[in-house]
Structure formats: structure tokens, C-alpha cells
């Protein structure tokens, strides 16, 4: 049985940022995104007796190496779970714009969740979805939901998986400033465990994030826009502080992050409601209201180029295709 499903890339709002157990994918804080319709992955599973080994293909083009490990840990656990012991043949394209060099790993393993799950038969809630996602990759738990979600940290591998948190329903969009599709030199995972492991300000972003999370909820449930957006700036910037303290050091910012910023809070100043967050690379995204959205997105190609500033709605969670 041949299986398709969807998945929508997501933003957290609140950074998933270090792991207190790498193999479970088990998060040091819960965190909060936004899933957008604009990037997603397709994903289509079967499982095939007559192969010898595991097929990944990723935009037509057969990956080998990591990225075949990557989705291999998924496909292991549905076997486990399904009693499936064939090999799969994988099949994603990737809805991402080439110049964009967004992350797609959320999406990727979301959408391969999804359908692994359901080509081996397997009838799981979104909660073990959500789970089964997380052991891929710990933002791809949050994919399974749309609107806003939050990724709960919870206690161990049972409760540890996103909940809905509200539709987003509420003139919301996001700009993505696209500055350089290059790979990334640090990893999202590299960069968390060296973090976690080296940084002294790590504790404080444990510490400081909680309490984040608790007023942004409060904010998204009164619909407090501009709430929502300075927490959304405070936990990007505390998380990219941290990487500082690493050893060795390194940060995701490029000085054209620095432009995009600043460009951000001028724009502000000027009486738009817009508010930036940075991931594990140099591409700043911006949180605005979706009736902004056109005209501050003239503003900032004017800066940065057409062809590098990009919209997106609310998306939605995981879907099956066929
Ligand atoms: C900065 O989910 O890519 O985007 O769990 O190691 O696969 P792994 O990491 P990943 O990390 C995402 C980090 C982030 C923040 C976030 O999405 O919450």
C-alpha cells in the first residue's frame, strides 16, 4: 500500500533549542510555533518486499549517506511497530523554493511520519504522529498541527509531543527575508549540543523560556498582536545569544541579518506591526499582520530584492493526499 501525505513547514516562535535526551529527541523547554502554508513536503511511502534496502528519494534525485539514516530511524520505529519487517521505498518533494535555503526537516519528517505510518497499516493519533515526527526531528512534532502549536517538553518519550494551541485565524502572516541559500556551517543539531554542553548562558535560557511560554500563550488567547511579537524577537534574540557563549563560538547571523533587523524595527517605529525571529541560519523571518503583509513586503524587496522576500498564511497540519 502506497501512501501520500502533506506536511506544512513550521516557525517557532519560542525556539526549541538543545536536547536532554539526543536518541528520544526529548527537549530541555517547550516551544511554540506558527505553521505556514507557503513550504511543505510530500511525501509518499511504501513498503516493498521485493526490495533489499531502503530507497530515499528526494526531489527525484536518490539520497544515500545521512539524510538516508534520517528518515531510516523513522521507518525503523514504524517497523517496530507495525510488525513490517520489508524494506520502503521513499518518495518527498520538497515545496521550498530552490533560492530559499530553508530548513525543510520539519516538513520532511512530519509529511514521512505521516505516511510511513499509514502505508504499514498503522492507525495513530495525531499525539503519537506528533511522537513519531519528534524522533526525526524535534520541530517536525509541531508540523502535525496547524496554526498555532505547542511542542510540550513533557517527561519522557510518552508525553513529550505537540498540542494545538489556536487556529491563528486572526490576520496573522509571515515574511521570509531569504539571504543566502548556502548550507548552514553549524547544524541545528551541532549547534544545540555544543550549546548545551558549552554555553553558560544555556541555563538562563532553560530558565527564562518558561515563563516566555506562558505569556505568549496568554497573549495569542487575547489576541494581543504586539505581545506576541516581542516575545517573538525576545526568544529568537536569547537564543542566538547563546550560541555566543559556545566553544567554540560561532553565530547564524550574517551582517545582511543584521540590515534585515533593523529594517524590521524601522519599520515599526513607522507604525507597522511586524516583529523578526532568526533560526539555525541567516534568514530573518517576520511575524506581521497578514493586512500589512503586501505593503511591508514592498518595502523590504526594495531592500533586499523581489525574488528574496517571500509570503506566507496560516498552514495547516498533516494531511493525507492519497
Ligand atoms: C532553531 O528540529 O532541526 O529551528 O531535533 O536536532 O532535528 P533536531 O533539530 P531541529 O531544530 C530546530 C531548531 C530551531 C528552533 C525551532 O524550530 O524550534
Known amino acids: 500500500m502506497k501512501k501520500t501525505v502533506r506536511a506544512h513547514t513550521n516557525i517557532a516562535l519560542i525556539k526549541y533549542w538543545g536536547k536532554r535526551d539526543e536518541e528520544l529527541i526529548l527537549p530541555m523547554n517547550s516551544s511554540l510555533s506558527l505553521t505556514l502554508d507557503a513550504f511543505y513536503t510530500d511525501t509518499s511511502v511504501r513498503f516493498d518486499e521485493t ?46 523554493p530552490t533560492a530559499a535555503g530553508l530548513a525543510s526537516s520539519a516538513s520532511g519528517m512530519a509529511a ?10 498503522l492507525e495513530l493519533s495525531r499525539k503519537d504522529l506528533s511522537r513519531l515526527a519528534r524522533r526525526g526531528s524535534g520541530s517536525a512534532s509541531r508540523s502535525v498541527y496547524g496554526g498555532f502549536v505547542e511542542w510540550q517538553k513533557g517527561t519522557n518519550d510518552l508525553d513529550s509531543h505537540a498540542v494545538p494551541v489556536d487556529d491563528a485565524d486572526w490576520d496573522i502572516g509571515m515574511l521570509f527575508i531569504l539571504l543566502n541559500k548556502k548550507e548552514k556551517a553549524v547544524s541545528s543539531r551541532e549547534g544545540m549540543k555544543r550549546t548545551v554542553e558549552t554555553s553558560p548562558f544555556y541555563p538562563s535560557w ?21 505581545t506576541l511579537g516581542k516575545l517573538t524577537e525576545r526568544s529568537a534574540l536569547k537564543m542566538h545569544a547563546t550560541t555566543l557563549g559556545a566553544v567554540e563560538p560561532f553565530t547564524y547571523w550574517e551582517p545582511d541579518s543584521l540590515v534585515a533587523m533593523e529594517l524590521v524595527r524601522t519599520l515599526r517605529s513607522e507604525g507597522f506591526h511586524c516583529y523578526f525571529t532568526m533560526d539555525a541560519g541567516p534568514n530573518v523571518k517576520v511575524l506581521c499582520r497578514m493586512s500589512e503583509a503586501k505593503e511591508l513586503q514592498r518595502h523590504l524587496a526594495s531592500r533586499f530584492g523581489e ?6 498564511g496560516i498552514g495547516e497540519g498533516l494531511k493525507e493526499l492519497s
Open 51 to 96: 526490495k533489499t534496502e531502503d530507497e530515499f528519494y528526494l526531489n527525484d534525485v536518490q539520497q544515500t549517506g545521512s539524510s538516508l539514516k534520517k528518515v531510516q530511524v523513522i521507518l525503523d520505529l514504524v517497523r517496530q511497530q507495525s510488525g513490517i519487517s520489508h524494506k520502503a521505498v521513499v518518495e518527498s518533494q520538497n515545496h521550498v
Open 112 to 121: 514521512l511520519a505521516g505516511a510511513a505510518s499509514a502505508a504499514a497499516g
Open 206 to 226: 532553560v530558565e527564562s523560556t518558561e515563563q516566555d511560554l506562558i505569556q505568549m500563550k496568554d497573549a495569542i488567547q487575547n489576541r494581543d498582536f504586539d
Open 307 to 312: 525574488d528574496h522576500v517571500l509570503l506566507s
